[in-house]
Nanobody, 117 residues
Framework: QVQLVESGGGLVQTGGSLRLSCAAS????????MGWYRQAPGKQRELVAN????????NYADSVKGRFTISRDNAQNTVFLEMNSLKPEDTAIYYC??????????WGRGTQVTVSS
């Protein structure tokens, strides 16, 4: 059974920092892309950042460029999201996402990030 376990969300003031982690287990095929999406109330889920298995390719939403950094540990099947200079508009549920070699996609249950003004 595939499990994506997220941690690191919480409440922080504007300008603060948080680090999200997501550990994947139970996958039978190698993970390719790992990433984070977020969904704010009343809005669609959007890509925050993702990273390729060879670390060569990263993608970021324009709204987080320069503030967020994605990284991964392939040995631990874990992806991280370092979030700095947080803004109230970053408030959302953050979902871990992974894709395997068969292009199957898996989602975590989400972790709440709240940035107070």
């Amino acid at each position: 059974q595939v499990q994506l376990v997220e941690s690191g969300g919480g409440l922080v003031q504007t300008g603060g920092s948080l680090r999200l982690s997501c550990a994947a287990s139970g996958l039978h095929f190698s993970i390719t892309t790992m990433g984070w999406y977020r969904q704010a109330p009343g809005k669609q889920r959007e890509l925050v950042a993702n990273i390729s298995r060879d670390f060569a390719t990263t993608n970021y939403a324009d709204s987080v460029k320069g503030r967020f950094t994605i990284s991964r540990d392939n040995a631990q099947n874990t992806v991280f999201l370092e979030m700095n200079s947080l803004k109230p508009e970053d408030t959302a549920i953050y979902y871990c996402h992974v894709e395997d070699l068969n292009a199957r996609r898996f989602w975590g249950r989400g972790t709440q990030v709240t940035v107070s003004s």
